[in-house]
């Protein structure tokens, strides 16, 4: 028999790992292992915990509708497996590949785990949208695009000659087999996991991913290019924490684009983006250590509590950063002004946000996220010059003209006219001007930093 783990792949169709099993036409075993090192610090609690596990309640209702079983065990993944192969005929382990550095030795362990029991190991990558090692090959590269437009050229052309179709075999096509007798119970969800998954298989079905890219492909598409920085109207499509559990297959979505409109570019490129920040985890070296090769020590981090806890007086921050406490979601462009005026007006080290984001965001996602924090600290390629400062207050101004999102998240500003909704509060944190100029300068020491001096993307 096969044992197949699930991992950002929360989905029962279009799985290269599917069509695999499919075709050798064996019996599979098929587990989630819930892995209580990623849940830590109570995360099931948090946005992006709860999101997890809403997917992962999604699924298991999704293979039970298939005919199917899938298996949630909780434990450490490496001793998870090991035992399944001592119990169970298995042969070979099948997954798809994932790259974040806890990932990378996690799969190592298991890597070992099967080797020392003479199973076979057989991984499939599915995460990015182009086949990323074949990709470079087809651009004839050795080293990797570090500037965005050159990259999207080659990767357009790319998918345009070998996109490789979403694949039609689904979970009710194969033989998924019961665990052995007993075997559950010794790696059994702690009772606080199994409420939380018990909450989220009551919600109701109607909003899934499918129904959402629909509804976005017929609708908000249209309007995407004038309507995606109009953060207060809120037109973009809210994929992301599907496309990032995997809960919705990055090749279907490009497919259905494709059959709707054959002119969808400014959106393309937010997929293009995805893509290049997972090629960027893959094949930038320093993409996980810049904080260890730039000295940001020198950096202070007091003003991090005022804004996690939307309190530094800069109106459209604390309104973002109050949407993102509430409900686990902030649109792209306040991403961007938040995580700008954490690392520059307030000058705090870049990690401190992005941990702050991994907890909170429901569509949290390790590449995405440090990709993003990255390019608002001007770190990694094609990241934003270090004297670019975004201003807060004409970011607002501009995108928000009637402070509409303002006065949604702080109701208490709401009786502000359209003039001086957007304008810092007399308790401010910090002054806008004179924190940008203190920033440009503190950039250009940080950057000129690194042992050997490393060119900036
Ligand atoms: C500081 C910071 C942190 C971020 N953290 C995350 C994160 O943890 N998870 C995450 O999915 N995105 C992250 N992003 C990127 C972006 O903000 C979100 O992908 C986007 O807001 C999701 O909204 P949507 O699905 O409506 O996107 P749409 O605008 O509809 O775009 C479609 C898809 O394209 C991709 N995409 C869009 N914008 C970007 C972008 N700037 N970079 C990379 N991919 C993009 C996403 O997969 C998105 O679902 C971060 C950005 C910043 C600046």
């Known amino acids: 028999m096969i044992l197949f783990l699930h991992r950002k792949d929360l989905r029962t169709a279009d799985l290269p790992a599917f069509d695999y099993i499919r075709a050798c036409g064996r019996p599979s075993l098929h587990v989630l292992v819930v892995d209580p090192f990623l849940l ?3 995360r099931h609690r948090e946005h992006s915990g709860r999101s997890f596990l809403a997917q992962a309640a ?13 298996h949630l065990l909780c434990g450490d993944p490496a001793a998870v497996t090991g035992a399944l192969l001592e119990a169970h005929a298995v042969r070979e382990l099948v997954f798809h590949e994932d790259y974040t550095p806890y990932a990378v030795t996690r799969d190592r362990s298991l890597r070992e785990t099967a080797a020392a029991r003479g199973v076979r190991v057989t991984a499939f990558d599915e995460q990015a949208l182009a086949d990323l090692r074949d990709f470079q090959r ?9 500037v965005f437009t050159p990259y999207y050229r080659r990767w357009r052309d790319y998918l345009r000659q070998h996109f490789r179709p979403a694949s039609t075999v689904s979970a009710g096509a194969l033989q998924t087999l019961p665990l052995a007798e007993g075997f559950a119970e010794r790696f059994p969800l702690p009772p606080e996991l199994e409420e939380a998954l018990a909450s989220c298989r009551l919600e109701p079905e109607g909003s899934g991913p499918e129904t959402a890219l ?11 290019a004038e309507g995606r920085d109009r953060y207060a109207r809120e037109e973009t499509s809210r994929l992301s924490r599907h496309l990032n559990t995997g809960a919705l297959s990055i090749r279907r979505v490009y497919e259905r684009l494709l059959d709707v409109s054959a002119d969808a570019e400014p959106w393309l490129r937010q997929l293009a983006w995805r893509d290049f920040y997972l090629y960027q985890s893959r094949l930038d070296p320093l993409f996980y250590r810049y904080e260890k090769v730039y000295d940001l020590s020198g950096m202070p981090s007091d003003g991090f509590q005022a804004w996690a806890e939307a309190r530094t007086g800069i109106p459209i921050v604390d309104a973002a950063m109050t949407e993102l406490n509430t409900t686990g979601w902030m ?4 991403r961007m002004i938040t995580a700008m005026f954490l690392t520059k007006n307030l000058l705090c080290p870049f990690p401190y946000g992005e941990r702050y984001f991994r907890y909170k965001l429901a569509d949290y996602d390790n590449a995405l996220n440090r990709g993003g924090w990255l390019w608002s600290a001007s770190l990694g390629f094609d990241a934003a010059p270090y004297f670019r400062v975004m201003n807060p207050v004409t970011q607002s101004q501009t995108h928000d003209p009637s402070g509409a999102y303002i006065r949604r998240w702080l109701p208490e500003l709401s009786g502000l006219s359209d003039k001086e909704i957007h304008l810092p509060r007399p308790h401010a944190v910090v ?23 490393r060119e900036q993307g």
């Open 58 to 70: 999604r699924l298991q209702q999704r293979y039970a509708a298939e005919g199917q079983r899938l």
């Open 431 to 453: 002054e806008l001007k004179a924190s940008r100029a203190r920033a440009i300068e503190v950039y250009k020491e940080i950057l000129a930093s690194s042992a050997g001096g």
């Open 214 to 224: 629909e509804d976005f492909l017929s609708g908000r598409l249209a309007g995407y």
């Open 138 to 146: 087809h651009a004839g590269r050795s080293e990797p695009y570090k």
């Open 40 to 42: 830590r610090r109570d």
């Open 331 to 334: 649109p792209n462009r306040l």
